[in-house]
Each structure stands twice: as structure tokens, then as C-alpha cells.
């Protein structure tokens, strides 16, 4: 799975050898990935600014002064829990959805886990909007890792070329709240990261209708998912299925 979304970042020109190398790649990022969330609730504020830099973090400040909350919309990419530590250690309240996991007594560590670092957790399903919507309405900011759809019944967008569905959570936020939308990411670079965060996307109501304005917001969001990922795709993090090809390439494997 891994290969085949790297060849989709870059259009299917990678090389046998270049795939492989490559590949190789996104388990070492992988592997730096959780041996730093790991010991991210040993890491002082201290440290987390001396291990963060920032481009457009403006975007999340101008979002907050108008009033009407953040969402942070990010692919499975480099360090997300780093920069999520480093916003929460720097007096921004922020809520997440993670994906529940069995045995629901993981489930149970990941969320003791995110919570010492700051974050408040809600879990993935039909009851998360309710807490999103009441921290954006405290203009609070919302985290959301939104380049895989779970359910499969999402927008439906072009992502890397191919037809595809991504989670429609956060325009319907966006539209609800006035919230801004600010495409991010955090990278490793050097033995530090570097978090990129994009200038909000447009989220005007057309007059076309609800459905209509969402379909347009998660496009857009799609393509800034495939700008911050072609950045670095060895720190792509994804490794299930997430175009329709996948599951049917599984379903013939099996």
C-alpha cells in the first residue's frame, strides 16, 4: 500500500529500485514517528520550542482573533503529535479525533496518552461533532488528521488523480461555525521539525446549497492534502487502503 501511494505522489515515475528505496523510507519516518510520541510526555515545553519551527503559524493567530475557532486539517505526514504538544504546551486548548482501536484497552492507552500531553480526545464516530463543535464555539482549536476516510462514505474528490472519498467533517465545521480552515503539517527536518501552516481555505457560502459547499471545500481541501504531502512523501505515513482500486486490488489478493 505504501508503494502504491508514493507512485501516486509521483505519478507513477518511480523506478523499481527508487519505489524500494523510498518505501524503506517511510518505515524509517514511521519508526522516528512513534519513538518521539512516545517520549513526548517527558518532553518539557522547553524543548518542544527548541525542537519546532514554524511558517504561516500567523494564519492560526488571525483565526483565533476572529473568534470563531481553528481547524486543523492534516495528512498522516511526519510529526503531528509533536507539533499538536506544542500548541497545547503554549496555552491553546486543543481537541483531536483519533480512531478507535481494539482491544479497547489500547484504545484506552492511546487516549491516556494524548491526554498528558495536553490534547482533549475524542473518539472517531457519530457523537465527535458535538464536542468539535462546542470547542470551536469557545474558539478553541480542533485538530483533524483528514486524508483517509474511514467510514468510505465521505466527499467524493480527485486526490493524486484518482477518484477517491476524503471526510466531509470539516467544511460541515467550517459552514456551522465560521471556524477557519488552515491546511497543516509537520515535518521532520534535520534532527527538529518544521511545521507548514497554509492560509485558510475559502469557505464563503455559494447559495448552491449545503451539500454543494462541502463538495467544494473538501476538493479544495484535497488538493492542499497533495501539496503538504509532495513536500516530503517519505514521511507519508499511510499504509491502508484509500482509493476504491486498493480495496478492489485487495479483494483479489484474498
Not at 520550542?49 to 483565526?63: C, T
Not at 480542533?142 to 477518484?163: H, I
Request: aromatic residues 10%; negative net charge; glycine residues 12%.
Amino acid at each position: 500500500m505504501i508503494g502504491r501511494h508514493l507512485q501516486r505522489v509521483h505519478g507513477g515515475q518511480l523506478s523499481r529500485w527508487q519505489l524500494e528505496r523510498k518505501i524503506q523510507q517511510a518505515f524509517d519516518s514511521y519508526a522516528r514517528y512513534w519513538m518521539e510520541s512516545f517520549r513526548l510526555s517527558q518532553t518539557d515545553r522547553e524543548r518542544l520550542e527548541a525542537g519546532m519551527s514554524w511558517e504561516g503559524v500567523g494564519h492560526a493567530e488571525a483565526g483565533f482573533a476572529a473568534g470563531n475557532g481553528v481547524i486543523m486539517c492534516m495528512p498522516h505526514l511526519g510529526g503531528w503529535d509533536f507539533g499538536g504538544a506544542w500548541f497545547a504546551t503554549a496555552g491553546y486548548p486543543a481537541t483531536v479525533v483519533v480512531e478507535t482501536l481494539e482491544p479497547p484497552e489500547l484504545f484506552e492507552w492511546f487516549v491516556s496518552f494524548r491526554r498528558n500531553l495536553g490534547l482533549d480526545v475524542v473518539p472517531h464516530g457519530p457523537k465527535a461533532g458535538t464536542p468539535l463543535l462546542a470547542a470551536l464555539r469557545r474558539n478553541e482549536l480542533v485538530g483533524l488528521v483528514c486524508d483517509r476516510d474511514l467510514e468510505r462514505n465521505g466527499v467524493e474528490v480527485e486526490f493524486f488523480g484518482e477518484r477517491t472519498t476524503l471526510p466531509g467533517g470539516p467544511a460541515t465545521l467550517a459552514l456551522r461555525t465560521g471556524a477557519v480552515i488552515l491546511p497543516t503539517a509537520v515535518y521532520f527536518e534535520g534532527s527538529g521539525h518544521r511545521g507548514i501552516v497554509r492560509p485558510p481555505i475559502p469557505t464563503d457560502r455559494s447559495g448552491d446549497g449545503l451539500r454543494a459547499d462541502v463538495a467544494r471545500i473538501t476538493q479544495a481541501l484535497a488538493c492542499e492534502l497533495e501539496a503538504l504531502i509532495r513536500r516530503a512523501p517519505e514521511q507519508w505515513h499511510l499504509m491502508q487502503p484509500n482509493w476504491p482500486s486498493d480495496y478492489e486490488l485487495l479483494a483479489q489478493v484474498s
